[in-house]
Structure formats: structure tokens, C-alpha cells
């Protein structure tokens, strides 16, 4: 007889309850690592470099000019590595270099430098149908790179003629890229008066 005490079946009840609870449990824990892991694997290789820069890392920003006659046709590059900074132009399609500028850096500096770029989502991207080849023809072509070493683990575009390139984060990126090289502006102006050319777009290079 029982006397107020917990049955048999009341007994088994609460032993599947607690299981199931347990279980409960243990699957939503797995579930929110899996969804950590799955967070964190969105992150792109560029992205992560980014994030997570080494001592071979540099990043780069190229400037390709309107396709025009080759007297007038320019690419600048301006690149930033941990220990090294430096800005080339080239006229014509031939690799001609008409400028060439290096200057030291530091791992600080590099440190905040990187850390400035990544606040602009520097290497985000989105998906683009177009091909680079001969668009924005009377504008400018902007590569945004990052590299670990020599191997180019980041590639960018976008355009100042509103074509729908991969970059994603802000131009406010451009400008800085270029304060990280003094005199960077008056290197672009100089190129200008030695191609001879209008050097069409460069003084709207900002407003991408």
C-alpha cells in the first residue's frame, strides 16, 4: 500500500523528466558552439589578416587611371607594410616608373595603421557580376589588396564612375592609405606635371 509515498511510475516520470532536461541541455550548448564556430568561419582569409596581422603582412592601394593615350595613361600604388612605406606612379601601359618614393615605418605605427583600416571594413566584399577589363574608361579603377608575404590573399575593386565593384567598406580608406605616406599628394601632382597630361580624375580621387 501505498502511504504517500512516490510510486513506481511517479518515480520513472521524473527520472525521464530530468533526463530530458539533461539532454535539452546538452544539445542547446552544442548548438551555440556550433553557431560560435560557424560566426566565426564567415570571416574571410583577408578578413582575418586584417584582424590578425603579421609581420609580413602589407596592404596596398592601386590607382588606375583613365584609359587614355599612353603618354597620359598613369597607375599609382600606394603601399604599407610594417616596416617599409611606399608610393609609385607608372605612365603608359610598359611599367614606366616616373615616381618612386620608400620611407621606414614601425611595427606601432603599422599596429594603429591596421587597426584604423579594419574600423573601415576594409576588407569586406560583395559579389559583383562585372569584370575589371576596360571598365570606367574615362575614371578610376581602385584595387584594394592585402598581402601575407608575396602571396595576394585580398583583391578589391571599386570605381568613381558608380559601377558595382567586390569593396565593400568605406573610402574614407583611401585618404588614409595616403596620410600614411608624407606627401603623398604633392608626389600625385608632380606625376601629373611630368605626364603632361590633364590627369583626369586624380583630383577627385576622394570622391569615389
Not at 14 to 19: G, N, Y
Not at 33 to 41: A, C, H, I, K, R
Request: proline share 2%.
Amino acid at each position: 500500500m501505498n502511504k504517500g509515498g512516490p510510486t513506481k511510475l511517479g518515480i520513472t516520470l521524473i527520472v525521464l523528466t530530468v533526463a530530458a532536461i539533461l539532454i535539452g541541455a546538452v544539445v542547446w550548448a552544442g548548438s551555440g558552439l556550433l553557431g560560435t564556430e560557424q560566426t566565426q568561419t564567415k570571416l574571410s582569409d583577408a578578413q582575418q589578416l586584417l584582424a590578425h596581422p603579421t609581420d609580413k603582412t602589407s596592404v596596398r592601394m592601386e590607382i588606375r587611371g583613365p584609359i587614355t593615350a599612353q603618354e597620359n595613361h598613369y597607375v599609382i600604388a600606394a603601399t604599407v607594410a610594417q616596416n617599409s612605406r611606399n608610393i609609385t606612379a607608372w605612365q603608359g601601359y610598359n611599367g614606366r616608373v616616373v615616381a618612386n618614393q620608400t620611407f621606414d615605418n614601425s611595427p606601432g605605427a603599422f599596429a594603429d595603421f591596421m587597426a584604423v583600416i579594419q574600423r573601415q571594413n576594409f576588407m569586406n566584399s560583395q559579389s559583383s557580376s562585372l569584370k575589371t577589363d576596360g571598365i570606367c574608361a574615362n575614371g578610376q579603377l581602385l584595387s584594394f589588396q592585402i598581402f601575407d608575404g608575396e602571396k595576394k590573399v585580398g583583391d578589391l575593386w571599386s570605381d568613381s564612375c558608380g559601377d558595382t565593384g567586390t569593396y565593400a567598406g568605406n573610402t574614407a580608406a583611401i585618404g588614409i592609405i595616403l596620410d600614411q605616406i608624407p606627401n603623398s599628394r604633392n608626389t600625385i601632382s608632380d606625376v601629373k606635371s611630368k605626364i603632361g597630361g590633364e590627369f583626369s580624375g586624380v583630383g577627385n580621387i576622394f570622391a569615389l
